[in-house]
């Protein structure tokens, strides 16, 4: 076949298109996905008892927050990520944000308290749930998201899986709060930030093969 | 033509294709095209494969995927950054997939400035022929319509008996089936 007449095969089929929709797509796939691993979370490990006194308590509002603002701003890179051309990659250090915040807030509440509780306020009683629990339940919002990634053009693949890891990660760390009993600052800038790590890891590793195109 | 001129020349012609105008798009593929067969070429023979045969095989691959692609445009940024980002995407997934290592391939942007637009189209090898055979009959015959015989798609539906909506349908699953099949390897093409 000629490229003139691939050319004009091509323009013949032309018909409207909408650019929003990737974005609304990313956003009703990362509504979607929480709503999954909640529901996951609370059908499986279940919710904690005293979840609906402990929610408003400042510990586990910093959980949500932190899973929510990690899984916003990863999400937001990675719908741009879908997009050839745009630089993305050098927004990846916005990702850093909430987790430096609740690092620096976890210092300061270890700085204040007395030397002797240091070890329990970071260690906390649960710390392993949170390693395996965070990145199990991250499979789910995942799985959702490398399937949105193929709607898309992503021409850095290892940039795309690291974010849907990151972005899933947060996703399940939000859904994860709804059980954790462990409620110090030191815990979740501790073990919530490693949970994360591991989850994005594990994505950048498995995921670019399935998202050629 | 410099890049930013090039710029000025597509992104309006761009935009409107992507509200419908058949025209404007037509005229974007045909710019873009003579753009990336340039710079394709170029890259292709630094990587020591001057044969412009194969640049004219990734340049039908990347049309392909830019037609496939033309939702994942940002709007407010430039289309020949777009353009040019799925270009070397489906650059360096050709040399994988060839069997040839990339190691340092001068894929970055000046090469792509530098590169002199090139007009004189060459003949391809088979691979998009070949790709048709991933296409079902009906639509098979429904593109050797369109792209022969240069007949509108209204035409060549009522040609095989379709509508034009279903034809045009009909037609973009099959240049969806097109590109899967030349982002196989060559392993495992039947």
Redo the contacts between chains.
């Keep these: 076949m000629k490229t003139d007449e691939l050319i004009s095969l091509l323009s013949a089929g032309n018909r409207q298109v909408d650019t929003a929709r990737l974005r609304r797509m990313t956003w009703l796939a990362g509504l979607a996905a929480l709503v999954l691993t909640a529901a996951i979370v609370v059908m499986t490990i279940g919710a904690r008892r005293d979840l609906s006194q402990a929610m408003l308590t400042l510990p586990v509002i910093a959980k949500f927050v932190f899973g929510a603002s990690v899984a916003a701003i990863s999400l937001t890179l990675f719908q741009r990520s879908l997009r050839p051309g745009l630089p993305t990659r050098r927004l990846l250090p916005l990702v850093a944000i909430p987790i430096g915040l609740v690092g620096a807030w976890a210092a300061l509440t270890l700085f204040q308290a007395p030397p002797e509780q240091r070890t329990m306020l970071i260690v906390g009683r649960h710390w392993v749930d949170c390693l395996v629990y965070v990145p199990l339940f991250a499979l789910c919002p995942l799985a959702i998201l490398a399937s949105l990634a193929r709607h898309g053009a992503p021409v850095d693949r290892g940039l795309t899986s690291l974010l849907a890891g990151l972005a899933s990660a947060g996703l399940a760390a939000v859904a994860y709060a709804l059980h954790c009993p462990d409620d110090t600052v030191a815990f979740l800038a501790t073990w919530y930030t490693a949970a994360v790590l591991i989850a994005a890891a594990f994505a950048t590793v498995a995921l670019p093969r399935l998202l050629r195109w | 033509m410099s890049l930013d001129e090039l710029e000025a020349q597509l992104r309006p012609a761009f935009l409107a294709?992507?509200?419908?105008?058949?025209?404007a798009?037509?005229s974007f593929?045909?710019a873009i095209?003579m753009r990336l067969?340039g710079s394709l070429q170029r890259m292709l023979a630094r990587a020591g494969r001057p044969d412009p045969s194969e640049a004219?095989d990734v340049?039908?691959e990347t049309?392909?995927?830019l037609?496939l692609?033309?939702?994942?445009?940002?709007?407010s940024?430039?289309v020949t950054?777009?353009?040019?980002?799925?270009a070397?995407?489906k650059l360096v997934?050709h040399l994988r997939r060839t069997g040839r290592h990339v190691g340092n391939l001068p894929l970055d942007d000046e090469a792509y400035r530098l590169a002199a637009p090139e007009s004189a189209?060459v003949?391809?090898h088979l691979d998009?022929?070949r790709a048709?055979g991933a296409v079902p009959e009906r639509t098979r015959r429904l593109?050797d319509h369109?792209?022969?015989q240069?007949a509108?798609?209204r035409d060549a539906a009522r040609d095989v008996g379709m509508t034009e909506i279903a034809a045009?349908v009909a037609?973009?699953r099959g240049?969806r089936a097109m590109?899967r099949f030349l982002?196989r390897s060559e392993s495992d093409k039947p």
């Design positions: 294709a992507l509200a419908g105008d058949e025209a798009y037509r593929l045909d095209s067969r004219e340049l039908q049309l392909l995927a037609h692609s033309r939702h994942t445009y940002e709007p940024s430039p950054a777009w353009a040019h980002a799925i070397r995407y997934d189209a003949d391809a998009l022929s048709l593109i369109v792209k022969l240069g509108s798609v045009k037609i973009h240049l590109a982002s």
